[in-house]
């Protein structure tokens, strides 16, 4: 057989064996991407509900013009218990126990340490800050 139609038979196989990897790294890639866009968009209206929850004589007015299904403490309460069973489907398990930490405690402590946990399972940040480190003495105004 001819050297120059192997070789070309080999390049062949090479270049389609490349497009074949690309296409299944790109859709994996791409399928990726979409997951990481839901769970932040899950946690962005988790993280503010929780907020509505802990600073709620602060937060109802505003609430109720942006949720109007959530006229009472005790309707977003049903929510976050929502929220946190439909967790069970995209969350780690360290955002999962925080969350339940949340629910038993709704304190401003628990917030914090939720927040620190999504922001981990998002973006794999090592991080060396606590609940703590985010209470901001409240002024008054």
Known sequence: MNPIIINAAFVFVGI???TILDFFTAARTS???LKIT???TRYKVI????YAMVYYEKESSLLVINRPDLPSKERLLNELHAEFINMSLFASD???LSMKFFLKNLDSLSLN???ISM???LY???TKLNSVHFNIAEQQI
């Open 38 to 40: 839901f769970k932040e």
């Open 124 to 126: 794999g940040i090592k």
């Open 31 to 33: 399928q990726q991407s």
């Open 47 to 50: 993280i503010l509900l929780c």
């Open 113 to 115: 340490k939720l927040a």
């Open 119 to 121: 922001r981990k399972d």
């Open 94 to 96: 360290k955002v999962i």
């Open 16 to 18: 389609a064996l490349k």
